[in-house]
């Protein structure tokens, strides 16, 4: 695991069609600690989910730098694993070889491959649906897929785009949760983006408020581990810190 | 009323321990309203001959080895036209798929070619190679070609990004992405194109052996046209529509089940 | 997210661009057809070169000939259709009502959907002799079975919740038909409408080269017996065009306007 900066990222599309430019992400500066819990809200339009795509190198950076490590990045590369709101797992490979597909991409050999796809599975409590398709899995067992998928290839950086927004609530609650345990278990570096307020305060050390493009406030967020929310729907830290963060949210 | 209920109850209980039964009994009525009409005498024999004239008439055709002949001539033309077909239509279509160029250039002509239709190619076709097989080749390979190839386009430019994306992410090269990911999601696309192109060919093979045809099923039924043997164009029909109907529920079907239902990629 | 005018408006030209897009790589087919003509010295009665094809084109369109056998195709495909959709769609309805009903006889729909079209030919020659009949009951044919088999699919897959909530929102038997059952099963029976007549236009052209005296299958089979290429490819063309018009200009666009707008099927 290693660190993120960011360095005045700026993202401006032109539409041909309406012949206008409009600037999703304006001048962004954002470091990551190794081993640290970031998470980005904001109302949508904000650009957050720019950020994340340039972060990944899906959508090229307008201006700016992106280093992780250290080391300036460009496009796409397994040293930053993502892990998609609409899941992305290959739909005609069982869920084991979706897990090992990094790795097998990497020519791990099979051997290697089962132990890791042992593991991984086992960390996500998904043992026994190893050789299921996708398509036969609920919502949550699918997410739980692809968090492991992307973790099973060792990144540097983990990078979640609302990954829990179209599972239903009580299963959310329990991702949640789960994904403190294995943050709290292996400290990988995540940045995690979401419009979910108090998803974003349950889960991270810092939450970063968007706003237009540009970085409104860094809100760090103190809150023993531990995360349950049996403990802090109750806890009136996490209440406040709550509010505090959405009161910037609707300020943007 | 009470009868009917009663059957109803037989066979839904048959055909749910059989469901096979359900592509055969839905037949038995037709059949037996068919026969009563003939019963009838609305029609002329001549016109509309008997369930039992057309049986006479395909075991005499069976029995004289006509039928198998034929049948297995209109066959064998249709699988190397479909093999070949398929072989020029999945790499090409592969190829246009990828390359945005090649994409945006050959695109109308594909579609300009698929519009001109297999048939139209007939009357030309004579006149290169006469009345042969190379010209019922030429027109299957031509049929199949080009639902294949659009449908093989199709699929491959419209994969999920996503899914590419996240191939990428987890550091697959382009190749590979090609291999694992782009190919299995056409690869619903290139089965329906399949299907669909087997079922233009299908179509052009009889309609080309009516024209130009010495043997086959198409023959078969434009002779009897000729001798004006209604009961052989009958069986010529059956015949057809049985053969697709295998072909088709119970080879292609499966296969676009086996592959996009169970990824969840076509929803039924 | 600031917003900022630039001086630039393509939006106007964007049909413009897109026709001249499709065309360009067929006017170079063309410039390719004419210069693989001249360079190998091609024998005109085997690929006649560009100006040929035109003088032979404007001489049919002279006489009068090309728009009596364009008519005269159009005609038939109209009335076939028109006859074929009219009969099929409310035969659909009523057959997919119940699920029962449309599980009982979709294999009968299925059994005459992949025979519809040219295998109808000589049986269609004998039941109405040469000409109009025979012709148009083949496109009928083609259209009737597949547009019938499309709206039961249709009427079957349309979420019961939907009716349902019709239901108990208290409309009648004849709203619930016009207002859920007609619209739900739209899409299908439009694509069924377009799949149909893709069978159908072919079935024509193969019909009128065996059936008829007029017609454009008629033109090219004609051209054929006295080794005018320069009529059939032009015979060829206007085919093709025809096609595009008609299935990229009319149905295509019909297709997408009730699938993607509703978004009731997803795209394949």
């Given at each position: ?8 990222l ?46 990944a190198?899906?959508v ?18 397994p ?25 097998k ?59 829990f ?8 609650m ?40 540009n ?19 109750e ?12 009161q ?5 | ?9 037989y066979?839904?209980r048959?055909?749910?321990?059989w ?9 038995i009525?037709?059949?037996a ?10 029609f ?14 395909a ?36 190829f ?7 994409h ?10 698929q ?14 190679f006469g009345?042969?097989l ?12 080009f ?14 990004p996503?899914?590419?994306r ?22 619903p ?21 009516i024209?130009v045809?010495?043997?086959g099923i ?20 059956i ?12 080879l292609l ?16 | ?17 897109q ?11 063309v ?16 690929f006649?070169?560009?100006?040929t094809?035109?003088?032979a ?12 056998h ?14 074929g ?99 739900g ?8 409408i377009?799949?149909?007549m893709?069978f ?23 051209a ?18 025809i096609w ?17 707008r ?7």
């Amino acid at each position: 695991m290693k660190s993120l900066a960011l360095e005045n990222l700026s993202k401006t599309y032109f539409d041909p069609y309406r012949g206008t430019q409009f600037t999703a992400v304006k001048d962004v500066s954002l470091n990551v600690e190794e081993g640290d819990f970031v998470a980005v809200v904001g109302p949508s339009g904000c650009g957050k989910s720019t950020i994340l795509n340039m972060i990944a190198g899906f959508v090229p950076i307008t201006s700016g730098r992106i280093l992780v490590g250290g080391r300036e990045v460009k496009g796409p590369g397994p040293d930053r694993g993502v892990v998609f709101q609409s899941f992305a797992l290959f739909p005609w490979k069982t869920v084991s070889e979706n897990v090992t597909f990094g790795p097998k991409m990497r020519g791990v050999g099979k051997a290697e491959r089962a132990k890791i796809a042992e593991e991984y599975l086992a960390l996500a409590g998904l043992s026994h649906a190893a050789d299921r398709y996708p398509n036969e899995l609920s919502g949550g067992m699918q997410q739980r897929v692809g968090v492991v998928r992307a973790l099973a290839n060792n990144p540097d950086v983990l990078l979640m785009d609302e990954p829990f927004a179209s599972v239903d609530a009580q299963t959310r609650m329990t991702l949640q949760e789960e994904l403190t345990r294995i943050w709290e278990e292996r400290r990988p570096t995540i940045v995690f983006i979401t419009h979910d307020v108090s998803e974003a305060v349950f889960l991270a050390n810092k939450v970063v408020v968007l706003s237009k493009g540009n970085v409104l406030e860094q809100v760090d967020i103190p809150l023993s581990r531990p995360r349950s929310w049996d403990r802090l729907v109750e806890d009136d830290d996490f209440k406040a810190l709550s509010n505090q963060v959405l009161q910037l949210v609707r300020s943007a | 009323m009470m009868a009917i209920y009663t059957l109803w109850g037989y066979y839904a209980r048959w055909t749910a321990r059989w469901p096979m039964l359900a592509a055969f009994i839905p037949f038995i009525p037709l059949i037996a309203i068919w026969a009563f009409i003939v019963w009838l005498e609305l029609f002329p024999r001549v016109f509309l001959p008997g369930p039992l004239d057309v049986i006479g008439k395909a075991w005499e055709l069976t029995y004289k080895g006509i039928l198998g002949d034929y049948l297995i001539d209109s066959l064998s033309r249709l699988a190397v036209g479909a093999a070949a077909g398929i072989a020029i239509a999945i790499p090409l279509g592969i190829f246009i798929g990828l390359n945005k160029r090649a994409h945006e250039f050959s695109w109308p002509i594909l579609l300009f070619f698929q519009a001109i239709g297999d048939i139209a190619w007939l009357p030309i076709l004579l006149v290169w190679f006469g009345f042969g097989l190379t010209t019922m080749t030429f027109v299957i390979v031509y049929t199949v070609l080009f639902p294949i190839v659009l449908n093989t386009v199709l699929g491959i430019r419209s994969a999920k990004p996503d899914l590419h994306r996240a191939a990428q992410s987890l550091g697959a090269p382009r190749g590979r992405i090609l291999l694992e990911v782009t190919l299995p999601g056409a690869l619903p696309n290139i089965i329906t194109g399949l299907r669909n192109g087997l079922g233009y060919g299908w179509r052009a093979l009889i309609a080309a052996e009516i024209i130009v045809g010495t043997s086959g099923i198409g023959f078969l039924m434009f002779d009897a046209r000729r001798a004006g043997s209604v009961d052989e164009i009958v069986v010529g029909m059956i015949v057809l529509g049985i053969l697709w109907y295998i072909v088709d529920s119970w080879l292609l079907a499966p296969i676009e089940r086996a592959t996009g239902e169970r990824w969840g990629l076509v929803t039924k | 997210m600031s917003e900022q005018a630039v001086t630039f408006s393509p939006m106007p030209y964007r049909r413009t661009w897109q026709a001249v897009k499709f065309l360009t790589p067929l006017l170079l087919l063309v410039v390719l057809w004419q210069l693989i003509v001249t360079l190998f010295n091609v024998n005109p009665r085997i690929f006649p070169d560009v100006p040929t094809v035109v003088r032979a084109g404007w001489g049919t369109i002279a006489d009068g000939s090309l728009i009596s056998h364009v008519g005269a195709s159009l005609w038939r495909v109209s009335v076939g259709t028109f006859i074929g959709i009219v009969t099929a769609v409310p035969l659909g309805i009523a057959m997919g009502v119940s699920r029962g009903v449309s599980d009982f006889l979709s294999p009968l729909l299925r059994f005459f959907s992949v025979l519809a079209g040219i295998a109808w030919i000589p049986i269609a020659t004998l039941w109405f002799g040469y000409g109009f009949g025979a012709i148009t009951f083949v496109i009928f044919n083609a259209v009737f079975f597949i547009v019938a088999y499309n709206t039961l699919l249709g009427v079957s897959t349309i979420p019961m919740p939907l009716r349902h909530a019709a239901a108990s929102l208290g409309v009648s038997r004849w709203q619930m038909l016009t207002h859920v059952l007609l619209p739900g099963a739209l899409p299908n029976i439009v694509t069924g409408i377009r799949t149909g007549m893709g069978f159908a236009w072919r079935g024509l052209i193969a019909a009128e080269m065996i059936a008829t005296n007029v017609g454009l299958g008629y033109m090219l089979f004609l051209a054929r017996d006295f080794y005018r290429t320069e009529v059939i490819v032009f015979a060829m063309i206007v085919i093709g065009i025809i096609w595009l018009v008609l299935d990229r200009l009319l149905l295509a666009p019909l297709e997408r306007s009730t699938i993607e707008r509703w978004g009731m099927v997803q795209r394949s």
